[in-house]
């Protein structure tokens, strides 16, 4: 959250679809808070989950109630204050409004680089409307449809384009405002899926680079204010460097182009301390903010989870304000897995940015568990108290149990644990914990951090625990045109295996993140700013 002032410092509730980004700022900046948040692609994250007239799968792991922008006119049963809405014509979510009012910004994620620059939606069922491609919409021009949707989706027998468009979501989320009537309409290109030699097709060659600005403009003509680039690397410390975006957006004045247009920018990073206090890396974030970069986003959050099998064996947060609670040995120290929002900050404040660059960080909170892993013990902290599973080593029988926010397709894997055999996450929805998961015998601990600087003690994540035998909780909602029952779980032999580990964020982590925001911008001596 943007330049936190003592009246504006608030937690926040967050749904399923929402990751939130805390902007670090200096106080003299701003009065109001700057809070951006990502709405993911309607029907490949959030929807698919019922059974409809169209499809008779789910398409996650546990079905639940979508989570969709007000004004989709068509759709599956969505949540609106976690009440179902069965409707098909006018769907109505007020609960997303009512979160909306609080943002200063919103992105629609994620789009697609093609292999010669352009700029495409991933989804067009989900994201495109029939009056988009038809005549008179912004995609009815045949160059400007290949360019924004159509490329990457194959249309086979008889059926023509026009078949594979339908809900409209980004005619939705266009319309979409906050009560004072001043949203930022982000979109966000990139992503885990495409990552490292994908996101450099945008700037490969000159035609490529001209084929990205082409795109942001078509996307500028329809009302998007902001770019959002999520580059990711499968290897943190060696792909960066070779990084043509990277690359192309400090030297060959990218940011500067994409700013020409009229469009906000922001560049989203892996929280990887390695990375960010490097003196090159510096150097090219330094170029970029003097061409009016807008905000660098870091990624503080999947720091931990069932991919530390690789390496240190052991259960950690989701995202963390400090590497360890107070009162706690951490296993991650020394090691290049040791993250946290501190280290990732002061990793730049180190590197050299100045208070101004410094003001225009975000740092990123998640709204979702991850790594809900079984047989792990409750363990105990410094001072033999519960340590709910922190910090604990995984067994051999260790499962990673799916969420209702993973795929039908992921595999749970067998014991004895190997992550390479499971592809599920174990991720869970906030909305989905709230309800369903800390209501069946799951103990939460919210964890504190006493900063030896400044003597101020922050919450800095939380996690929950059950040594009971666990099986996930099924809506009977049904489409409301069909006949067949809702879907359930459709993992096959569900694990019902107890001692669950799982950890996320909670809206006291959500204050102190941004309150560290606050005391980070006001020049305290223990900000080393």
Not at 473 to 495: F, G, M
Request: aromatic share 12%.
């Amino acid at each position: 959250m943007k330049v936190f002032s003592k009246d504006r410092c608030k937690s926040v509730s967050v749904s399923s679809a929402f990751l939130l980004c805390a902007m670090l700022a200096h106080p003299v900046q701003a009065k109001q808070p700057f809070l951006m948040s990502y709405f993911a692609n309607y029907a490949g994250y959030s929807n698919a989950n019922y059974v409809s007239k169209e499809t008779s799968s789910a398409g996650r792991v546990i079905p639940s109630a979508s989570y969709t922008i007000p004004g989709v006119k068509f759709g599956y049963p969505v949540m609106d204050n976690n009440n179902p809405v069965v409707a098909q014509q006018s769907t109505n979510n007020t609960d997303l409004q009512d979160k909306v009012n609080g943002l200063s910004a919103l992105a629609y994620a994620f789009m697609l680089p093609t292999e010669d620059g352009a700029v495409v939606f991933n989804d067009p069922w989900s994201d495109l409307s029939q009056q988009d491609v038809s005549s008179g919409g912004f995609l009815a021009d045949g160059s400007e449809g290949e360019k924004l949707g159509m490329r990457n989706f194959t249309v086979s027998g008889s059926h023509t384009i026009y078949d594979y468009v339908h809900y409209g979501v980004f005619d939705a989320f266009l319309k979409l405002n906050n009560s004072a009537g001043n949203l930022q309409h982000y979109i966000a290109i990139g992503g885990w899926t495409y990552r490292d030699a994908i996101m450099d097709r945008l700037v490969s060659s000159a035609q490529n680079k001209q084929n990205f600005l082409d795109s942001l403009k078509v996307l500028k003509a329809q009302g998007v204010e902001g770019v959002d680039l999520d580059i990711e690397f499968s290897n943190v410390p060696k792909d960066w460097k070779n990084s043509l975006l990277i690359k192309s957006l400090a030297n060959d004045q990218l940011v500067q182009q994409i700013k020409a247009l009229g469009l906000n920018l922001a560049v989203t990073l892996q929280a990887t301390p390695s990375m960010l206090g490097d003196a090159t890396f510096i150097k090219d974030l330094q170029s970029m903010f003097s061409q009016g970069l807008d905000h660098l986003s870091l990624m503080t959050y999947d720091l931990h989870g069932a991919f530390d099998a690789g390496g240190t064996a052991y259960t950690g947060f989701n995202s963390s304000l400090f590497p360890a609670p107070t009162g706690m040995t951490n296993p991650f120290a020394g090691t290049s897995s040791n993250f946290s929002v501190d280290a990732a900050v002061e990793a730049l404040t180190q590197g050299g940015l100045t208070k101004d660059q410094l003001a225009k960080v975000n740092i990123g909170l998640p709204a979702y568990s991850r790594a809900s892993i079984s047989n792990i013990q409750q363990g105990k902290d410094n001072q033999g108290h519960d340590a709910g599973g922190l910090f604990q080593p995984f067994s051999p029988s260790s499962q990673v149990l799916p969420g209702d926010m993973d795929t039908t397709s992921c595999t749970i894997g067998s014991a004895p644990f190997n992550v390479a055999t499971s592809t599920c996450g174990g991720m869970f929805s906030y909305n989905y914990l709230l309800k369903d998961v800390f209501t069946s015998g799951f103990t939460t601990k919210d964890w504190t951090y006493k900063d030896p600087a400044s003597g101020k003690t922050y919450y800095i994540g939380s996690t929950a625990y059950s040594q009971n035998s666990w099986s996930p909780v099924t809506s009977t909602l049904k489409w409301a045109e069909d006949s067949s029952p809702a879907l359930k779980s459709r993992v096959t032999n569900y694990p019902t295996q107890g001692n669950i580990f799982l950890a996320y964020l909670s809206g006291k982590d959500a204050k102190s993140y941004g309150e560290y925001a606050k005391d980070k911008g006001s020049g305290e001596p223990s900000s080393g700013w």
